[in-house]
């Protein structure tokens, strides 16, 4: 789906595309499930235009601009590429090695994007076409063969062979060839910045009117793991300066530039050609996944909203005090047209999970548990929500479960101890369900874990809360009493595990009777 704002952006990138400007670096940001990957890559499609199914790609993405304001003017700048060839080289740098750095890590999916291997029979094949040799190059590996080149290609043990007999027949004598295959080893060991520019400068320089665009995607997530260095982003940023023009470098990320640059250990003043680089900033903001998530994933049939209505107003009361929470803003329903909009959900609770995503991801990064606003709500639709009832809503321990996946092991033997002392003292409430209820709303740190709070978000039927919440209260009891959970103020929260050994040692010292 297109929103506005991301049509807003693309007219906005593809102004700068055609223009004349030198500072050819953008860098886009936005949170978990933003959509900026999926940005990135339908800006990637507009730019190359490929053709899918027989359609090209510009005309594909035409009509999803349908009733977008400014609809007609990002139609006339989609037309303004046409003049415009572009190379697009993309890639997920967070996944991909960074032994030899961002700059070789961009010249191997530079070759790639050709057609070409990504390793140094790669660079064979790319300086075999700058020189116009690729075709008799081919033909002679066919002749030597018997397969064509395209084919030998998929099975890397019989490309080195294949190459140093057909170089060898014809370029060079055996010893030029091993000499030059050593030369390029030595080159891809010492890649570098400068090295990438006149690489794709000589490219440049054969297709002069083509441009080359790097999209890189997970980009601060990949400075984070050490993937790649900011030093690397500096000096790839100013080794492109002088070809600027021809070569974009689009960066994806979850941080904006300045916040990765302020978390970095190095020196500002080193980094402000990254900076300069980097010119124009497009944030994607949480605005964009609501309008996601209202129309793409929560739209409703028309005899679906009129039972809804009917539910809200039968039930306003009922639906207002059980979404009115103690919190540090307004969590209560307060319309027909939010109660449908939202349902099966509460408006509230992606104001939490946004929170809860940005919190956990320190905790699971190396798990990637923390999924995304979008991908969160899709997962609790399809998994937790398939075959619920009609008027029954999502609740914490739903988002817990999706947006979560795989919580740390001292977490999971959390729910499972909370799970089994709940059901050996009898309670009707499920032990991992709460403990995943009073996580969220720890996590998300704007909400009260009270026992009344827990229960409102714990429930899933809303007319149940006079009945469940005693029995929540006796769970919350028998949790605190097994150092499961602590309560402050009335406040609940799940005891670390230094702090369950304190609270048993504490438990254990003798009390002196006076």
């Known amino acids: 789906i297109v929103t506005d704002n991301i049509a807003e952006h693309f007219e906005k990138f593809i102004d700068l595309y055609t223009s ?8 886009i940001s936005g949170f978990y499930g933003s959509g900026k990957s999926y940005f990135g890559k339908m800006l990637g499609y507009l730019l190359e ?6 359609t090209p790609a510009r005309d594909r993405f035409k009509p999803r601009l349908s009733g977008v304001k400014g609809e007609e003017l990002l139609k006339n700048e989609i037309g303004k590429l046409e003049g415009h060839n572009t190379l697009l080289v993309m890639l997920d740098v967070a996944k991909q090695s960074g032994k030899h750095g961002l700059h070789y890590m961009l010249f191997r999916n530079f070759l790639r994007s050709l057609g070409f291997l990504d390793n140094l029979y790669g660079i064979f094949e790319f300086e075999l076409s700058l020189d116009g040799e690729l075709d008799e190059f081919k033909d002679r590996v066919k002749k030597n063969e018997g397969k ?25 004598t055996e010893d030029e060839y091993n000499k030059t295959r050593e030369f390029l080893e ?5 890649f570098s910045p400068s090295r990438l520019k006149e690489k794709l400068k000589l490219y440049l320089d054969k297709f002069p009117d083509t441009k080359i665009v790097f999209i890189f995607d997970e980009a601060s997530e990949a400075i984070a793991q050490d993937k790649i260095k900011l030093d690397d982003l500096e000096g790839v940023s100013e080794a492109l300066t002088s070809i600027s023009q021809k070569v974009w470098t689009v960066a994806i990320a979850q941080e904006k530039l300045d916040d990765v640059i302020n978390n970095s250990n190095v020196s500002k003043k080193n980094l402000t050609k990254v900076t300069d680089r980097f010119k124009t900033k497009i944030p994607l903001e949480s605005t964009e996944v609501d309008k996601i998530i209202r129309s793409r994933l929560l739209q409703k049939k028309e005899d679906a909203m009129s039972e809804l209505e009917k539910y809200y107003n039968k039930n306003v009361g009922l639906v207002s005090e059980n979404t009115n929470l103690e919190s540090t803003f307004p969590t209560k329903t307060e319309d027909v047209e939010e109660f449908k909009t939202y349902y099966p959900f509460h408006r509230y609770q992606f104001d939490l999970l946004q929170n809860f995503l940005f919190q956990s991801k320190t905790l699971t990064s190396t798990q990637v548990a923390a999924r995304g606003m979008i991908i969160t709500t899709f997962d609790v639709l399809r998994k937790q929500l398939k075959d619920t009832d009609l008027f029954n809503f999502a609740t914490s321990y739903h988002l817990t479960t999706e947006a979560q996946p795989n919580p740390d092991a001292a977490l999971v033997n959390k729910y ?6 709940l059901h050996n003292g009898g309670s009707e409430i499920d032990g991992k369900k709460l403990l995943k209820a009073i996580h969220f709303i720890g996590e998300s740190e704007r909400v009260k874990a009270t026992a009344s709070n827990i229960t409102k978000m714990y429930l899933s039927d809303i007319g149940q809360y006079h009945d469940v919440k005693p029995q929540i209260d006796e769970a919350l009891t028998l949790l605190k009493d097994q150092k499961i959970l602590i309560e402050n103020n009335h406040v609940y929260k799940i005891t670390s595990d230094l702090e369950t050994k304190l609270l048993k040692e504490l438990n254990e010292l003798p009390v002196e009777l006076h």
């Open 20 to 27: 004349n400007i030198k500072e050819t670096g953008v860098w």
């Open 186 to 190: 030595d080159e891809i060991e010492s």
């Open 416 to 421: 499972d101890n909370a799970s089994k002392i």
């Open 49 to 54: 235009n490929p053709t899918i199914n027989g």
């Open 148 to 172: 064509e080149w395209s084919e030998i290609k998929k099975h890397s043990m019989k490309v080195p062979a294949a190459v140093g007999r057909a170089l060898t027949d014809w370029k060079y």
